[in-house]
């Protein structure tokens, strides 16, 4: 099995940074995506970014939600075992449990999603 472990959450001022960081453990044998989503308290998990994890550098893509596109920046690293989310310019509407997930191939059958357990992220002066 593969299990992610989330860093990097804690209270921050409005208008500043914390870099998040996702390593993952366990037998991969390649890698789909990975992503940030985050939940606040009463509201559904959202999407916050993914990265697209190929063979080459050079087909590699990300994407972002709306509400954190300019401010946020997914990248990983390049042994493949560890996603980041780079958080600049926070707003209080940042405030939520932030999780990783992955989207991998453990076996030649078929892709399967993980999740971390999260960490949060507050942002309040």
């Known amino acids: 099995q593969v299990q992610l472990v989330e860093s990097g959450g804690g209270l921050v001022q409005p208008g500043g940074s914390l870099r998040l960081s996702c390593a993952a453990s366990?037998?991969?044998?390649?890698?789909?995506?990975m992503g940030w989503y985050r939940q606040a308290p009463g509201k559904q998990r959202e999407f916050v970014a993914t990265i697209t994890s190929g063979d080459s550098t050079d087909y590699i893509d990300t994407g972002y939600a709306d509400s954190v596109k300019g401010r946020f920046t997914i990248s990983r690293d390049n042994a493949k075992n560890t996603v980041y989310l780079q958080m600049n310019r926070l707003k209080p509407e940042d405030t939520a449990v932030y999780y990783c997930?992955?989207?991998?191939?453990?076996?030649?059958?078929?892709?399967?999603?993980?999740w971390g357990p999260g960490t949060q992220v507050t942002v309040s002066s």
């Open positions: 997930n992955w989207v991998v191939a453990t076996t030649p059958e078929g892709l399967h999603d993980y």
């Open positions: 366990g037998s991969i044998l390649s890698i789909y995506s």
